[in-house]
């Protein structure tokens, strides 16, 4: 069964200062890992999709990175607008179209 | 989202009822997917339906839940005789193609409907 796992479930920054978000997966076979952006009361904002190992994408303040066994989110000088839960979920072989989901990390940055 | 639209957003029904939950996915996209997010939980898959046929319901309840995406019209996910356990958001997502079939393929989810039972 695929699993997903997040950490830090919760993570408060101060303004411009750079952390990174992990993302754990165990999976039979990586079609894809993707990365959303959830705020309070919305449904997940779309970031990037990620292939294979070594790959990077980068937009405005995010890249994300992957490996055979995690995916990273790193922030470069967030900002509170960047407050939001991000997302993580692996797309495996043999399931399908469905996406299996980590719980989340919560970021909080503080002005 | 990119054009996923849910309705209705908020939804309240008493214990025993159904609850009728609509999507539209993006113009052009005729893959649907629901999946439901319960409090402290993180997203999880219930069903994958194109036009008129149901792919992949390995994440739906037995019973009690239903869903289609007819040929004309949104798709609909139903609830009947609903339990305050069903309390959750239940978001739809699209894409154009199966995910996985080409690269940079990619589901977009909608708003959401929020379902609160009393």
């Known amino acids: 069964e695929d699993q997903v796992t997040q950490s830090p479930e919760a993570l408060r920054l101060q303004e411009g200062e750079s952390s990174s978000l992990n993302c754990s997966y165990t999976?039979?076979?990586?079609?894809?890992l993707f990365w959303y952006r959830q705020d309070p009361g919305k449904g997940p904002e779309f970031l990037f999709t990620?292939?294979?190992a070594g790959e990077e994408k980068e937009k405005e303040r995010l890249k994300a990175t992957l490996t055979k066994k995690e995916s990273f989110l790193h922030i470069t000088a967030p900002k509170p607008e960047d407050s939001a839960t991000y997302l993580c979920?692996?797309?495996?072989?043999?399931?399908?179209?469905?996406?299996?989901f980590g719980k989340g990390i919560t970021l909080s940055v503080r002005p | 989202n990119a054009g996923v639209m849910q309705n209705p957003r908020h939804l309240v029904r008493r214990r025993g009822q159904e609850a009728r939950l609509r999507c539209s996915p993006v113009?052009?996209?005729?893959?649907v997917y629901w999946y439901r997010q319960l409090p402290e939980e993180g997203l999880k898959f219930m069903v994958y339906l194109q036009k008129e046929n149901i792919i992949d319901e390995s994440g739906m309840p037995k019973e009690r839940f239903s869903a289609e995406f007819p040929k004309e019209g949104p798709s609909i996910l139903r609830i009947q005789q609903v339990v305050r356990g069903d309390s959750a958001a239940y978001f739809c997502a699209s894409s154009h193609t199966q995910v996985g079939l080409l690269s940079g393929n990619t589901i977009y989810f909608g708003e959401g409907s929020w379902l609160t039972v009393v």
């Open positions: 990620l292939y294979s």
């Open positions: 999976v039979s076979g990586l079609r894809g």
């Open positions: 979920a692996v797309h495996s072989t043999g399931a399908n179209s469905k996406l299996t």
């Open positions: 113009k052009g996209h005729s893959h």
